[in-house]
């Protein structure tokens, strides 16, 4: 079993920057997905269990950077130069087995999502 609890999303204009954290109970491979209203939640980043390893969505690439603490057991999601399109609830999610995919069918745990809304 894996517990997860992100914080940090909030209000911030366009070409703003947040910082997400997810605090985890257990080092596994992680990621973010977001889910905006109307939408599919889809796959924003990952990170192995190692650290080592990362992936981006395009739509994130060179924007966002995905990062964790396993000293304080916690997964970061570092955004800059946001957009109206990033608004979405963001959710951390993390997985026992590694399977390669991006999806979220390939994540076994879930947080409880957090809030993030970028104005024009």
């Known amino acids: 079993q894996v517990h997860l609890v992100e914080s940090g999303g909030g209000l911030v204009q366009t070409g703003g920057s947040l910082r997400l954290s997810c605090a985890t109970s257990?080092?596994?491979?992680m990621g973010w997905f977001r889910q905006a209203p109307g939408k599919e939640r889809e796959f924003v980043a990952a990170?192995?269990?190692?650290?080592?390893?990362?992936d981006y969505a395009d739509s994130v690439k060179g924007r966002f950077t995905i990062s964790r603490d396993d000293a304080k057991n916690i997964l970061y999601l570092q955004m800059d130069s946001l957009k109206p399109d990033d608004t979405a609830v963001y959710y951390c999610?993390?997985?026992?087995?590694?399977?390669?995919?991006?999806?979220?069918?390939?994540?076994?745990?879930w947080g409880q999502g957090t809030q993030v809304t970028v104005s024009s």
């Open positions: 257990r080092r596994t491979d």
């Open positions: 999610a993390a997985r026992i087995t590694y399977s390669g995919g991006i999806a979220p069918g390939d994540y076994d745990y």
């Open positions: 990170i192995s269990w190692s650290g080592i390893n990362t």
